[in-house]
């Protein structure tokens, strides 16, 4: 049997996917009549779910929910009213971006449910002589499809608040699901993340399986979830875990059976994994760790740090050369992109255009939407992330990062800002003249991660160990190392450094909102970032308990015949 991939393959799959399904398949229900029967035609709707990532509207969904109704952004085409709505809090339940990103969501939980319900039941033709390889390729498809479908429930939650909960059981013609609470859609996320943790390898072959997520893209996710569903200043489980699960993500401490599942493992884990009855006793025992699986069944749970602080602050952005797996050690979840050439008969445009709305080619770009506030920019003022953060129409761009670059200016407004860090230069553009770059989509860098980590250990006391980790971001850019201080400090010492190495990362407003700084903050804004075109509109117009989550689609609710319910406010 050959691997389960080729690199080919991949690229075909993920250049073309299953786009035909964009606006035809149902919102997370699994037709019982379409199953995937062997393990190959399994590993290809694994590769399918990653379509969703890849398209356009995906990605502008995703930093106009996630950037732009923040301090950081303001928006520059006034002539798209949809956008102006989320960045004024004028959001309503017809709004194309809720609506691509509520629909995109769901159709990613579809693909992956389609994955999930026939993963049991394909054939696997093993033999003695390679029975553990097979059983770990076929663990790395499941897992994939376990880290993608809490990943579009992460998404859905940060957005919407508690969502309908689509398990892959649920088929086409069941009556509509209501909307599950907040917490237990952060149950089920959570553990599904769990399970692909155990489930997917550590380490991803360049040739033959480049772009796929691994372990360490759901232990980092999982990081995430921790932190976002705690409260800060508040005792809670989730902050233990985050700390225990840094422990071992980052500094490589052991993890036990107790750690991974602390509410224990159910017994359809053994059957959906292809896990043999030994493991129920191996699996009983919560304090078992979890590093000693390698030995037993080539699951690759040892530690593998390969994830680390890129020396200079740019390389996850500026990195062209997407097949080199040694040149963005720092990214732990990626979208693949690949730009379409002159020449190339691709069905639809597979690259990035994230470089083109944050002005990565030049102010005058019509593409270029998204337009730092001058708040960003005073913030950025005097940190070495400023070089690839904000400048204004008169700075030039470091002549040795970006050679032959003219950021221009608006209507030749002296305060007009571009944002840099996804500048792309003259040079490395499409030939086609394409504004879609074949640049990877960062969706998890390894400075978030440690600067979660060190959040949770600043909620749970350890303040000595918090300032260190914070000190080593700072580091990284060359700033100075912080002193410990009290709890209130350190965290808003940490929130700041996240403001600052996160910017343009599509989720400043989701970050603003879990940490209960998202009124006071867009207060504070007030009338310094009212562009000219909104002509002396004001102050942004966030009403608290109301713009902290956006509008579920109306369409969503006419078609459950209401039982999905709408949010307060809306």
Excluded at 156 to 169: C, H, N, R, S, Y
Excluded at 283 to 292: A, C, D, E, R, T
Excluded at 476 to 505: C, H
Aim: proline share 5%; charged share 20%.
């Amino acid at each position: 049997m050959k691997r389960l991939y080729t690199t080919a393959f991949l690229l075909i799959v993920l250049i073309t996917g299953c786009n035909k399904f964009l606006d035809t398949e149902p919102l997370g229900g699994v037709p019982e009549a379409d199953f995937y029967k062997n393990i190959n035609e399994l590993s290809a709707g694994a590769v399918s779910i990653y379509d969703i990532w890849q398209s356009g509207e995906y990605e502008q969904a995703m930093v106009i929910l996630g950037d732009l109704p923040s301090d950081n952004f303001v928006w520059r085409d006034e002539s798209d009213v949809n956008a102006m709505d989320i960045e004024t809090f004028s959001t309503t339940p017809d709004n194309k971006y809720v609506k691509s990103w509520y629909k995109l969501n769901y159709q990613g939980i579809f693909r992956a449910n389609r994955v999930i319900k026939a993963a049991p039941s394909v054939e696997l033709i093993l033999n003695a002589g390679n029975s553990i390889d097979y059983l770990r390729d076929y663990r790395q498809v499941y897992g994939q499809a376990l880290f993608m479908r809490a990943f579009f429930y992460f998404k859905l939650v940060q957005a919407f608040g508690g969502v309908p909960i689509i398990p892959e059981t649920y088929n086409i013609g069941d009556p509509a699901t209501p909307r599950s609470s907040p917490e237990q859609v952060y149950d089920y996320i959570e553990k599904d993340l769990r399970e692909a943790i155990y489930a997917l390898r550590s380490e991803i072959s360049v040739n033959s399986q480049f772009g796929q997520v691994d372990k360490w893209s759901a232990a980092g996710l999982l990081e995430k979830v921790l932190v976002f569903r705690s409260k800060p200043g508040t005792q809670s489980t989730g902050w233990d875990e985050a700390v225990t699960l840094g422990d071992w993500l980052i500094t490589g401490n052991e993890l036990t059976i107790g750690n991974l599942f602390p509410d224990g493992i159910d017994t359809s884990f053994y059957r959906r994994m292809k896990l043999d009855d030994s493991y129920k006793t191996l699996f009983s025992n919560p304090g078992f760790n979890l590093n000693s699986l390698y030995a037993i069944d080539g699951n690759q749970f040892n530690i593998v740090n390969n994830k680390q602080l890129n020396a200079s602050f740019i390389t996850s952005f500026l990195d062209i050369d997407v097949q080199n797996a040694l040149s963005n050690t720092e990214a732990i979840i990626s979208i693949m992109h690949k730009e379409r050439q002159t020449g190339d008969n691709l069905p639809y445009e597979s690259g990035s255009i994230l470089p083109a709305f944050y002005g990565g080619y030049n102010s005058y770009d019509g593409n270029c939407r998204m337009v730092p506030t001058q708040s960003l920019d005073q913030a950025m003022n005097a940190d070495p992330r400023d070089k690839y953060g904000c400048l204004s129409h008169n700075e030039p761009l470091p002549l040795e990062d970006f050679p032959d670059v003219n950021v221009g200016g608006q209507n030749g407004s002296p305060t007009f800002l571009v944002f840099v860090k996804y500048w792309v230069i003259s040079t490395e553009r499409p030939s086609s003249g394409s504004a879609y770059v074949g640049r990877n989509t960062v969706l998890l860098r390894y400075a978030d991660v440690i600067l979660l980590f060190a959040e949770a250990l600043n909620e749970t006391g350890r303040t000595d160990l918090a300032v260190n980790y914070l000190n080593k971001v700072r580091a990284r850019v060359k700033l100075g190392a912080k002193s410990i201080g009290p709890y209130e400090m350190m965290r808003d010492l940490i929130w700041k450094e996240r403001r600052l190495e996160l910017a343009g990362e599509y989720e400043r407003f989701f970050d603003l909102v879990r940490q209960g700084d998202i009124y006071s903050t867009m207060q504070a804004l007030g009338t310094s970032e009212v562009m000219a075109r909104k002509k002396g509109e004001g102050a942004r117009r966030f009403i608290r308990y109301v713009n902290e989550i956006y509008p579920i689609p109306k369409e969503e609710i006419i078609l459950s015949n209401g039982i999905i319910s709408q949010n307060p406010g809306y």
